[in-house]
């Protein structure tokens, strides 16, 4: 019982630092940390963001495209920025765990890719949990 | 009507300063016209298709999870290069980098092409 309660105070930790960086940027509305197949380990989301961008099959669309992009002949697939009209969406692999971050069309793109950027020590770690043990 | 030689020489001019090619193809991933400044691995045609179907994915997950929200640009990072895509009309316009060159300027070069064959493809008609 105790390691299950110290697992959820982590949790707690882990979505309040990521709610953190969400704020520290103007528009970027939530973000997902995700394995390689689309499965969330964390999610953060402000009230504007939609509920159906939080889903695991808006997520897995990203693993799809990635296998893709890493048949053009331009190397291992890294990050994938689609700007819609009102929303702009960000997927970053990195260590075998995707972080998804969803802004608005307003939000400077580079400043979201750098949120991502500095969540990469965080992942580092998480990744210890979700890569298949070989 | 649409002509293939200058279609052509209009896409080359951006291939400049580690732009290495630039496709213009169908949403269906049917290629339009090409240039490559270099002869790569990828059939052009394979890339097309590729790219096309990437950009299907999210374009179907913009109308699906994002309200209905319309895609209307991509830009790809890879190990050994980028790669923006952008709608012009009912076509994409697809250009591929070196990793040297930066997002920034990829992204002026597709807008300023957009801007270019925008008016000239749309007199075409249901290309």
New interface residues.
Partial sequence: LDSLLQEISIMEELKQLLHDYMTSVPGVLGIILSDKEGIPIIRCKLDEC?D??M?T??IS?HC??AE????????????????????Q?LHMNHAGVVISVIATADAVLNEVKSTAEKLKPLVQDISLAVIDPV | MLKPRVLTDVLAQVTTEGVDSCFLFRSDGTLIAHYCLTSSGTDPRVGSAIASNIWALYHKNGRGSLDEDRLQMMMLECDEGKIVMKLINNLILCICAKQSVEMGMLGKKCDALVEYLEEPLKKVGNL
């Fill in positions: 939609p159906s961008a889903k099959q808006f669309a799809t495209a893709q992009a890493n048949k053009l002949g331009m190397g291992t697939n890294e990050t994938i920025m689609a700007v819609y009209k009102n929303f969406v």
